[in-house]
């Protein structure tokens, strides 16, 4: 018994859309990473554990820097009046007096050592500690001026030499402790922060003395190694991950209460701890970088129109022109 045409038609076109599909599916197979636009605001009233990104730092992830060389860079946007304290005093752990934007400060003996980073005086104060030895230095550039300023720390673990720029130029430069200053593993304490790289507040809500950052944060990278020993200009794009990259946070999630690593694996995730009044941090739709426009990297088969997804884990799916089959 003969198959009737129309059958036949039938399959020939569901035979042609699975080819078009196989075809073209290979060039879309890694799609564009929507950029977000959007930064972390804090407000500054990070007490009573609120106001701040807590990243757990144990058991071991790779966020934990501090064992060797390393370098901390990020987006700040913040205002003087937010951010009163100072002016800027160097040496042991001063940086905490100021208002704290990163904070692996340690409390009671049995760590390796710690590290931090404030605007204190309208200025990036910067510091590590190992034992009873630390130092602080501070920069001389305004930084809380109400612009997106790029901040760049670096570590030498070997000298212990501390450097801090600000847009790509050296701002300050001073010795500091060398050896370990990561978390120690498995370390016993009494304090639940301790475990903790704490963004935006100093992680132990010790007193009114030791202030909370007010003001925007965006794209903060962890690395293990010395990414800058000269000026440099700051990249206008998010990062993308390389070998050296410990943690990468591009703050664009947009809502929620996760901050994700966007290194391979994502091993280091955050969680804001939202509270105080105005309670924060908040999701804010602004960013140092240009607003992209994100196109396909490879032209599609005639007939068919690949539309870039709106979120990095949605796959792009091609819209299809099927021919029109009249049957004679």
């Not at 475990?195 to 690395?223: I, M, Q």
């Amino acid at each position: 018994m003969p198959v009737p045409r129309t059958i036949v038609l039938a399959g020939l076109v569901t035979v042609f859309c699975c080819l078009l599909l196989l075809g073209t599916s290979w060039q879309y197979a890694t799609p564009v990473r929507a950029q977000g636009n959007y930064a972390l605001r804090f407000y500054g009233t990070g007490r009573d554990n609120v106001d701040r990104v807590r990243i757990r730092i144990d058991p071991h992830v790779p966020a934990d820097i501090g064992a060797g060389d390393f370098t901390i860079e990020f987006w700040i946007k913040a205002r003087a009046s937010d951010n009163p304290g100072g002016p800027c005093t160097t040496g042991g752990t001063a940086w905490i007096n100021g208002h704290t934007i990163v904070d692996s400060d340690i409390f009671g003996p049995g760590d390796y050592g710690d590290y931090g980073i404030s605007v204190y005086g309208g200025r990036i104060a910067y510091g590590v500690s190992r034992g009873q030895s630390g130092n602080t230095i501070c920069g001389a550039t305004p930084v809380a001026d109400g612009q997106w300023r790029h901040i760049a720390v670096t570590r030498n673990a070997t000298t212990g030499q501390l450097r801090i720029f600000v847009d790509g130029r050296l701002d300050a430069q001073g010795d500091g402790p060398a050896g370990d200053v990561s978390y120690r593993d498995n370390r016993e304490t009494r304090y639940a922060n301790d475990p903790y790289l704490v963004l935006g507040a100093e992680k132990h809500d010790a007193g009114p003395e030791y202030p909370s950052y007010a003001g925007l944060l965006d794209e903060l990278r962890l690395s293990t190694t010395l990414r800058y020993s000269n000026d440099f200009t700051p990249s206008r794009q998010p990062f993308v991950p390389d070998a050296q990259t410990a943690a990468l946070y591009h703050f664009d999630e947009g809502s929620g209460t996760m901050v994700g690593d966007a290194t391979p694996g994502g091993l280091s995730p955050g969680m804001l701890s939202i509270g105080g009044s105005p309670a924060g941090p908040v999701w804010e739709a602004d960013t140092p970088f240009p607003s992209p426009t994100a196109t396909p990297s490879r032209t599609s088969t005639p007939g068919v129109t690949a539309t870039p997804a709106a979120t990095p884990a949605t796959t792009m799916q091609p819209r299809l022109a099927l021919p029109l089959i009249t049957q004679p």
